[in-house]
Protein backbone atom coordinates (compact mmCIF):
# COMPACT_ATOMS: atom_id res chain seq x y z
CA UNK A 1 0.00 0.00 0.00
CA UNK A 2 1.17 3.43 -1.23
CA UNK A 3 1.23 5.61 1.64
CA UNK A 4 -0.99 8.69 1.77
CA UNK A 5 2.12 10.97 0.21
CA UNK A 6 2.88 8.64 -2.86
CA UNK A 7 -0.30 8.81 -3.86
CA UNK A 8 -0.71 12.65 -3.94
CA UNK A 9 2.91 12.87 -5.91
CA UNK A 10 1.41 10.28 -8.19
CA UNK A 11 -1.44 12.28 -8.70
CA UNK A 12 0.59 15.50 -9.06
CA UNK A 13 2.76 13.92 -11.46
CA UNK A 14 -0.27 12.92 -13.71
CA UNK A 15 -1.88 16.42 -13.48
CA UNK A 16 1.80 17.86 -14.67
CA UNK A 17 1.52 15.49 -17.93
CA UNK A 18 -1.85 16.34 -18.64
CA UNK A 19 -1.92 18.47 -21.52
CA UNK A 20 -5.34 19.62 -20.47
CA UNK A 21 -4.23 20.85 -17.25
CA UNK A 22 -0.84 22.27 -17.66
CA UNK A 23 -1.18 25.65 -19.20
CA UNK A 24 0.14 25.72 -22.35
CA UNK A 25 2.76 28.74 -23.21
CA UNK A 26 1.60 31.09 -25.86
CA UNK A 27 2.91 30.29 -29.08
CA UNK A 28 4.47 34.01 -29.54
CA UNK A 29 7.18 32.91 -26.99
CA UNK A 30 7.95 30.08 -29.21
CA UNK A 31 8.16 31.71 -32.47
CA UNK A 32 9.94 34.93 -30.95
CA UNK A 33 12.93 32.41 -29.43
CA UNK A 34 13.45 31.01 -32.47
CA UNK A 35 13.47 33.82 -34.83
CA UNK A 36 15.86 35.47 -32.29
CA UNK A 37 18.35 32.87 -31.75
CA UNK A 38 18.56 32.25 -35.34
CA UNK A 39 21.24 33.46 -37.40
CA UNK A 40 19.69 34.98 -39.62
CA UNK A 41 17.28 36.70 -37.19
CA UNK A 42 16.78 40.00 -38.51
CA UNK A 43 14.45 43.07 -36.79
CA UNK A 44 12.05 43.24 -39.79
CA UNK A 45 11.01 39.28 -38.97
CA UNK A 46 11.12 40.02 -35.21
CA UNK A 47 8.95 43.23 -35.41
CA UNK A 48 6.14 41.50 -37.07
CA UNK A 49 5.92 39.06 -34.63
CA UNK A 50 5.57 41.39 -31.46
CA UNK A 51 2.92 43.22 -34.03
CA UNK A 52 1.08 40.68 -33.82
CA UNK A 53 0.87 40.41 -30.27
CA UNK A 54 -0.42 43.83 -29.60
CA UNK A 55 -0.08 44.01 -25.73
CA UNK A 56 3.74 42.45 -26.22
CA UNK A 57 4.04 45.45 -28.66
CA UNK A 58 2.39 47.97 -26.00
CA UNK A 59 5.21 46.66 -23.36
CA UNK A 60 8.34 46.55 -26.02
CA UNK A 61 7.60 50.26 -26.59
CA UNK A 62 7.03 51.04 -23.03
CA UNK A 63 10.19 49.87 -21.98
CA UNK A 64 11.82 50.83 -25.04
CA UNK A 65 10.80 54.79 -23.96
CA UNK A 66 11.97 54.40 -20.68
CA UNK A 67 14.68 56.53 -19.29
CA UNK A 68 16.81 53.60 -19.28
CA UNK A 69 16.92 53.18 -23.00
CA UNK A 70 16.22 56.68 -24.05
CA UNK A 71 19.71 58.39 -24.70
CA UNK A 72 19.97 61.63 -22.95
CA UNK A 73 18.00 64.48 -24.81
CA UNK A 74 16.13 62.11 -27.09
CA UNK A 75 12.43 62.33 -26.16
CA UNK A 76 10.62 59.59 -24.22
CA UNK A 77 8.09 57.50 -25.84
CA UNK A 78 9.31 55.25 -28.35
CA UNK A 79 6.65 55.30 -31.15
CA UNK A 80 8.91 53.02 -33.52
CA UNK A 81 8.72 49.41 -33.03
CA UNK A 82 12.01 49.00 -35.42
CA UNK A 83 13.89 51.93 -33.36
CA UNK A 84 12.41 50.49 -30.06
CA UNK A 85 13.55 46.88 -31.12
CA UNK A 86 17.77 48.29 -31.74
CA UNK A 87 17.59 49.99 -28.52
CA UNK A 88 16.67 46.76 -26.38
CA UNK A 89 18.59 44.33 -28.54
CA UNK A 90 17.62 40.73 -28.69
CA UNK A 91 18.50 39.81 -25.86
CA UNK A 92 16.24 42.22 -23.31
CA UNK A 93 13.23 41.54 -26.35
CA UNK A 94 13.58 37.55 -25.71
CA UNK A 95 13.21 38.24 -22.35
CA UNK A 96 10.43 40.18 -22.60
CA UNK A 97 8.08 37.63 -24.44
CA UNK A 98 9.19 34.74 -22.36
CA UNK A 99 8.33 37.37 -19.04
CA UNK A 100 5.17 37.86 -21.02
CA UNK A 101 4.42 34.39 -22.12
CA UNK A 102 4.50 32.76 -19.04
CA UNK A 103 2.71 35.48 -16.70
CA UNK A 104 0.09 35.36 -19.21
CA UNK A 105 -0.22 31.65 -19.12
CA UNK A 106 -0.94 31.60 -15.82
CA UNK A 107 -3.02 34.45 -15.53
CA UNK A 108 -5.74 32.80 -14.65
CA UNK A 109 -4.54 30.88 -12.06
CA UNK A 110 -5.73 31.16 -8.63
CA UNK A 111 -3.19 32.39 -6.60
CA UNK A 112 -4.35 31.67 -2.73
CA UNK A 113 -1.00 31.19 -1.03
CA UNK A 114 0.58 33.99 -2.73
CA UNK A 115 0.71 37.73 -3.50
CA UNK A 116 0.62 37.26 -7.56
CA UNK A 117 3.01 40.88 -8.00
CA UNK A 118 5.34 39.10 -4.92
CA UNK A 119 5.59 35.99 -6.81
CA UNK A 120 6.54 37.21 -10.33
CA UNK A 121 8.89 40.02 -8.72
CA UNK A 122 10.58 37.56 -6.76
CA UNK A 123 11.04 34.94 -10.00
CA UNK A 124 12.07 38.11 -12.46
CA UNK A 125 14.69 39.65 -9.78
CA UNK A 126 15.98 35.60 -9.56
CA UNK A 127 15.78 35.78 -13.50
CA UNK A 128 18.08 38.97 -13.60
CA UNK A 129 20.55 37.54 -11.14
CA UNK A 130 21.02 34.24 -12.71
CA UNK A 131 21.81 35.89 -15.82
CA UNK A 132 23.70 37.82 -14.20
CA UNK A 133 25.63 35.62 -12.80
CA UNK A 134 25.90 33.18 -15.88
CA UNK A 135 27.46 36.16 -17.80
CA UNK A 136 30.16 36.14 -15.25
CA UNK A 137 30.39 32.54 -14.47
CA UNK A 138 33.47 30.16 -16.03
CA UNK A 139 31.43 27.09 -15.89
CA UNK A 140 28.74 28.09 -18.12
CA UNK A 141 30.64 29.79 -21.32
CA UNK A 142 29.12 27.71 -23.73
CA UNK A 143 25.92 28.49 -21.91
CA UNK A 144 23.92 31.16 -23.40
CA UNK A 145 23.17 33.90 -20.59
CA UNK A 146 19.44 33.87 -21.62
CA UNK A 147 18.68 30.24 -20.33
CA UNK A 148 19.92 30.70 -17.08
CA UNK A 149 17.01 33.84 -17.16
CA UNK A 150 14.29 31.69 -17.84
CA UNK A 151 15.72 28.67 -15.11
CA UNK A 152 15.40 31.91 -12.48
CA UNK A 153 12.12 32.79 -14.05
CA UNK A 154 10.34 29.54 -13.89
CA UNK A 155 12.48 28.17 -10.85
CA UNK A 156 9.54 28.19 -8.29
CA UNK A 157 6.59 27.71 -11.10
CA UNK A 158 5.92 24.44 -9.43
CA UNK A 159 4.54 26.28 -6.35
CA UNK A 160 1.54 27.90 -8.78
CA UNK A 161 0.54 24.44 -9.80
CA UNK A 162 0.38 22.63 -6.45
CA UNK A 163 -1.60 26.24 -5.24
CA UNK A 164 -3.89 25.96 -8.15
CA UNK A 165 -4.57 22.46 -8.77
CA UNK A 166 -3.55 21.09 -4.89
CA UNK A 167 -5.07 24.27 -2.88
CA UNK A 168 -5.79 22.14 0.36
CA UNK A 169 -3.22 19.96 0.68
CA UNK A 170 -0.48 23.14 -0.53
CA UNK A 171 -2.13 25.62 1.68
CA UNK A 172 -1.59 23.41 5.05
CA UNK A 173 1.81 22.30 3.62
CA UNK A 174 2.98 26.20 3.62
CA UNK A 175 1.40 26.49 7.08
CA UNK A 176 3.14 24.13 8.16
CA UNK A 177 6.07 25.13 7.00
CA UNK A 178 5.97 28.39 8.56
CA UNK A 179 4.93 27.71 12.02
CA UNK A 180 7.78 25.02 11.79
CA UNK A 181 9.93 26.95 10.44
CA UNK A 182 11.54 23.92 8.46
CA UNK A 183 12.15 25.11 4.19
CA UNK A 184 8.76 24.51 2.25
CA UNK A 185 10.65 21.68 0.22
CA UNK A 186 11.60 19.45 2.98
CA UNK A 187 7.51 20.06 4.29
CA UNK A 188 6.24 19.37 0.78
CA UNK A 189 8.35 16.21 0.47
CA UNK A 190 7.12 14.57 3.62
CA UNK A 191 3.27 15.48 3.12
CA UNK A 192 3.39 16.07 -0.78
CA UNK A 193 5.48 12.94 -1.59
CA UNK A 194 7.50 15.49 -4.02
CA UNK A 195 8.63 19.08 -3.68
CA UNK A 196 7.92 22.76 -5.59
CA UNK A 197 11.45 22.34 -7.49
CA UNK A 198 10.78 18.79 -8.66
CA UNK A 199 6.85 19.42 -9.96
CA UNK A 200 8.46 22.70 -11.66
CA UNK A 201 10.98 20.39 -13.59
CA UNK A 202 8.14 18.01 -14.56
CA UNK A 203 6.31 21.25 -16.20
CA UNK A 204 9.22 23.00 -17.96
CA UNK A 205 9.72 19.48 -19.34
CA UNK A 206 6.67 19.04 -20.25
CA UNK A 207 6.91 22.73 -22.09
CA UNK A 208 10.01 21.18 -24.29
CA UNK A 209 12.78 23.69 -22.37
CA UNK A 210 16.15 22.61 -22.56
CA UNK A 211 17.59 19.79 -20.14
CA UNK A 212 19.81 22.38 -18.42
CA UNK A 213 16.90 24.70 -17.72
CA UNK A 214 14.60 21.26 -16.19
CA UNK A 215 18.16 20.47 -14.11
CA UNK A 216 18.50 23.86 -13.28
CA UNK A 217 14.72 24.25 -11.92
CA UNK A 218 14.77 20.41 -10.30
CA UNK A 219 17.51 21.28 -8.27
CA UNK A 220 17.51 24.72 -6.98
CA UNK A 221 17.11 24.04 -3.47
CA UNK A 222 19.99 21.11 -3.24
CA UNK A 223 23.04 21.95 -1.29
CA UNK A 224 25.22 21.38 -4.11
CA UNK A 225 28.27 22.99 -2.68
CA UNK A 226 31.58 21.48 -2.66
CA UNK A 227 33.56 21.95 0.53
CA UNK A 228 36.97 23.20 -1.27
CA UNK A 229 34.24 25.80 -3.70
CA UNK A 230 34.84 24.44 -6.57
CA UNK A 231 32.74 24.70 -9.81
CA UNK A 232 31.08 21.76 -10.44
CA UNK A 233 31.79 19.75 -13.75
CA UNK A 234 28.97 19.50 -15.72
CA UNK A 235 27.78 23.03 -16.45
CA UNK A 236 24.23 21.79 -15.92
CA UNK A 237 25.10 22.00 -11.91
CA UNK A 238 26.60 24.64 -12.17
CA UNK A 239 22.97 26.20 -13.75
CA UNK A 240 21.24 24.68 -10.65
CA UNK A 241 23.89 26.62 -8.20
CA UNK A 242 23.38 29.66 -10.38
CA UNK A 243 19.82 29.37 -9.54
CA UNK A 244 20.51 28.85 -5.95
CA UNK A 245 22.56 31.70 -5.68
CA UNK A 246 20.01 34.21 -7.61
CA UNK A 247 17.45 32.70 -5.74
CA UNK A 248 19.25 34.03 -2.76
CA UNK A 249 20.28 37.24 -3.89
CA UNK A 250 16.81 37.82 -4.69
CA UNK A 251 15.67 38.02 -1.15
CA UNK A 252 18.27 40.63 0.18
CA UNK A 253 16.31 43.07 2.10
CA UNK A 254 18.01 45.82 -0.17
CA UNK A 255 15.95 44.45 -3.11
CA UNK A 256 13.01 44.88 -0.68
CA UNK A 257 11.39 42.18 -2.08
CA UNK A 258 9.88 38.73 -0.23
CA UNK A 259 8.47 38.04 3.00
CA UNK A 260 11.91 36.86 4.17
CA UNK A 261 15.44 38.71 3.90
CA UNK A 262 18.11 36.95 2.65
CA UNK A 263 21.77 36.56 3.85
CA UNK A 264 24.05 35.64 1.06
CA UNK A 265 27.46 37.65 0.98
CA UNK A 266 29.18 37.11 -2.31
CA UNK A 267 32.29 35.19 -0.50
CA UNK A 268 34.88 33.93 -2.63
CA UNK A 269 34.11 30.63 -1.80
CA UNK A 270 30.50 31.22 -2.81
CA UNK A 271 31.57 32.55 -6.13
CA UNK A 272 34.08 30.28 -6.90
CA UNK A 273 31.40 27.45 -6.14
CA UNK A 274 29.59 29.00 -9.16
CA UNK A 275 32.55 29.13 -11.33
CA UNK A 276 33.33 32.95 -10.62
CA UNK A 277 36.66 34.61 -9.60
CA UNK A 278 36.26 36.73 -6.63
CA UNK A 279 37.77 39.78 -8.90
CA UNK A 280 34.70 40.04 -11.03
CA UNK A 281 32.67 40.25 -7.55
CA UNK A 282 32.19 44.03 -7.79
CA UNK A 283 31.41 43.44 -11.79
CA UNK A 284 28.62 41.09 -10.97
CA UNK A 285 26.56 43.46 -8.45
CA UNK A 286 27.33 46.02 -10.77
CA UNK A 287 25.56 44.51 -13.35
CA UNK A 288 22.75 43.58 -10.89
CA UNK A 289 21.71 46.28 -9.65
CA UNK A 290 21.56 47.28 -13.67
CA UNK A 291 19.63 44.70 -14.61
CA UNK A 292 17.32 45.07 -11.63
CA UNK A 293 16.69 49.17 -12.64
CA UNK A 294 16.50 48.08 -16.58
CA UNK A 295 14.15 45.03 -15.52
CA UNK A 296 10.43 45.98 -15.44
CA UNK A 297 10.92 44.54 -11.66
CA UNK A 298 9.01 47.95 -10.28
CA UNK A 299 6.15 48.56 -13.18
CA UNK A 300 4.94 44.47 -13.79
CA UNK A 301 1.22 44.48 -12.79
CA UNK A 302 -0.65 45.12 -15.91
CA UNK A 303 0.65 41.92 -18.09
CA UNK A 304 -2.38 40.05 -19.47
FE1 LIG B 1 12.05 27.38 -4.68
FE1 LIG C 1 12.49 31.29 -5.11
Redesign the pocket.
Given at each position: MPSRAEAIAKTIRERVRDVTVLPTLPVVVERLREALAGSESNAAQVAEIIRGDPPLMARVLRLAGSSFYTPAGAPLGAKNLSLAIVRLGFDTLREIGVTTGVIRAFHHMHFGAFRREEFWR??IL?AVCAESLAVYSDGLTAVLPSELYVAGLL??IGMIFLDQFFNDEFTAVMLLSRSSQTAAPAVERAWLGIDHAEVGALMVEQWGMSPLITHAVRR?HDDLWEPDGRAPAEARDTAARVVNVA?RI?RLPEYGFGRKGGTVVLSRSLLAGIGVPIERAGRVRDRIDDEVRQSEVFALVDVN
Open positions: HSTHDHNA
